[in-house]
């Protein structure tokens, strides 16, 4: 028996890119379709374009779930920044709204942690048993940590503030091209931004993605770093495919969201607690 594919989809700042995953093989089932992102990329605006690609695929993917991706940092369904979307984004709750709109399951989270998934299960890092670090080098830098196969969601790396600055708006591809910086000139640029994160974490690999990527040969191996680092193998397909995982995932983990609220109230509660039945403080003595 074939399992169904399903479907992923990739907000991004200039596209909507969606297409049904084959999750035994880690790549698309069939095409995928792209749509401009709307000029004003509001979230009813943008969920306009979602449901024309679920529309588009729905015969392939029956009532299977959604795994969405976007430039966002989300936390329990709800979008807490937004870089190169609207900002009325932020605060919003995107993935209830994304399950109205859409009637079916749908799961919501950043690109780059999705980039990061699909790169640990089916790419470039498939199978380390360690510390990876998977940084997309776009517009932005968008970053994915994941320890022994299990994603830290929301590393927002790419905002570390280096020399006074917020990194990705030194080192990124997007400035690169932007000031139209040669190899040479943009290289100890992100040989500086590598450095800071890997004196900081101390991972075993990093992977490199976003379109650059393509010519990593052009500036990985100048880089002087203590951490192997190796492009990324799944390139503009892995958030297409991170998503998919992680909608699979979702459906069968359905109590893992409930449990994570569950527990952090029950925390929160037992410390309030303490800190009400705690004996005052003796006044410090000089
Ligand atoms: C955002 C991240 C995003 C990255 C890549 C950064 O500017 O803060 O959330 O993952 O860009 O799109």
Redesign the pocket.
Known sequence: MSVRPVLGIDIGGSGIKGAPVDLEAGDFAVDRLKIPTPKKSTPEKVAEVVAEIVGHFADLIGDGPVGITI???VTHGVTR?A?NIDKSWIGFEAEKMFEDKLGRDVVLF???DAAGLAETHFGAAKGHPGLVLVA?L?T???TALVHRGVLIPNS?F??LEIDGHDA?SQASAGVKDKLGLSYKQWIPRIERYFQTVEALLWPDLFVVGGGISRDSEKFLPQLTLNTPIVPAELRNRAGIIGAAWMARYRVDHPNDQLRVDQATQRLVEAAQERVEEAPAEPAAED
């Open positions: 430039p966002a940092v920044t870089a950043n690109d780059a997309t776009g932005g830098i968008g927002e790419g905002h990705e």
